[in-house]
Antibody, heavy 120, light 111 residues
């Protein structure tokens, strides 16, 4: 079955760069149509899509955060990495990674999420 | 301000029917991009509830149904149960933004 799990620091300081890793199983990012995305959710607030990477290396980014985001994949390790530069307290959120099929552009399997707090 | 607009909250008594609207524009729902719905129980990750406007993943009860018309979509829940109390989010694609967009979420309270 498909599973995803996020990992990374729980606390970062303002202006630092956040690096999160999504480790998945049950599918391959070399299979046509497959993608992995990142979505975040500040405490008590709505979901916000951040980035997507597909099997063919196509990368999509949220326009409002594009300058600060980088998404990469390591197919040999079944991992997708998201980096967010210049972190700010408003970036405090639970960060989720999720499996996506480009046929529909929706997320059918989600990780449990990881809470990242930005504070000095 | 979310690209897709949902009511902040809806409520209903057990057994009743409730609907949650999701209003977009001509660059997303109105451009014929599919709408998808997620259920987020307290303290858990979102779960896919409806995909492709009307389709239920395996295991989702048929009490949940989706529809779409023009620049809007709706999620209907019939035979409301206490376990349905959760946040619900709609999601689509926006061609102007060239990316995925979510609604602001709707909190369902079962009275």
């Amino acid at each position: 079955q498909i599973t995803l799990k996020e990992s990374g620091p729980t606390l970062v300081k303002p202006k630092q760069t956040l690096t999160l890793t999504c480790t998945f199983s049950g599918f391959s990012l070399t299979t046509g149509g497959v993608g992995v995305g990142w979505i975040r959710q500040p405490p008590g607030k709505a979901l916000e899509w951040l980035a997507l990477i597909y099997w063919d290396d196509d990368e999509w980014y949220s326009p409002s955060l594009k300058s600060r985001l980088t998404i990469t994949k390591d197919t040999s390790k079944n991992q997708v990495v998201l980096t967010v530069t210049n972190m700010d307290p408003v970036d405090t959120a639970t960060y989720y990674c999720a499996h996506e099929l480009s046929t529909g552009i929706y997320f059918d399997y989600w990780g449990q999420g990881t809470l990242v707090t930005v504070s000095s | 301000q979310s690209v897709l607009t949902q009511p902040p909250s809806v409520s209903g008594a057990p057994g009743q029917r409730v609907t949650i609207s999701c209003t977009g524009s001509f660059s997303n729902i109105g451009a014929n991009y599919d709408v998808h719905w997620y259920q987020q129980l307290p303290g858990t990750a979102p779960k896919l509830l409806i995909y492709g406007n009307i389709n239920r993943p395996s295991g989702v009860p048929d009490r949940f149904s989706g529809s779409k018309s023009g620049t809007s979509a709706s999620l209907a829940i019939t035979g409301l149960q206490a376990e349905d109390e959760a946040d619900y989010y709609c999601q689509s694609y926006d061609s102007s933004l060239s990316g995925v967009v979510f609604g602001g979420g709707t909190k369902l309270t079962v009275l």
